[in-house]
């Protein structure tokens, strides 16, 4: 599983109208599978993203992230290896190395 940090660089101004092209790009990353969850940081300091565990899904789907395109945010992707869950979030660990 991969988590994805964005922090965002550009001022409210900057940011306001990329904001619908970057929801956009969140729903088709979820609707193709490869995100799992998301949401603002409180207080607002960016998103965080959660991704399923395919590196270069992951990496092609935030080379395409509008805000960072743009030099509005800088993306961080770090790889977690999910040991343990709650019972029905099993499925976080498909495909990951024991």
Avoid: C
């Avoid at 799992?36 to 080379?63: C, M, S």
């Avoid at 030099?71 to 343990?84: D, F, Q, Y």
């Amino acid at each position: 599983m991969f988590v994805i940090l964005l922090t965002p660089n550009g001022s409210p101004e900057e940011l306001q109208p990329v904001r619908d092209a970057h929801y956009a790009w969140a729903a088709k990353g979820f609707e193709d599978g490869i995100l799992l969850a998301g949401g603002r940081l409180v207080p607002a300091a960016g998103g965080l993203l959660l991704a399923r565990n395919d590196r270069a899904a992951v990496e092609e789907l935030i080379a395409n992230e509008p805000f960072a395109q743009r030099g509005l945010s800088v993306i961080k992707l770090t790889e977690v290896n999910v040991m343990t869950t709650a019972p029905r979030l099993e499925g976080l660990k498909e495909g990951q190395e024991a």
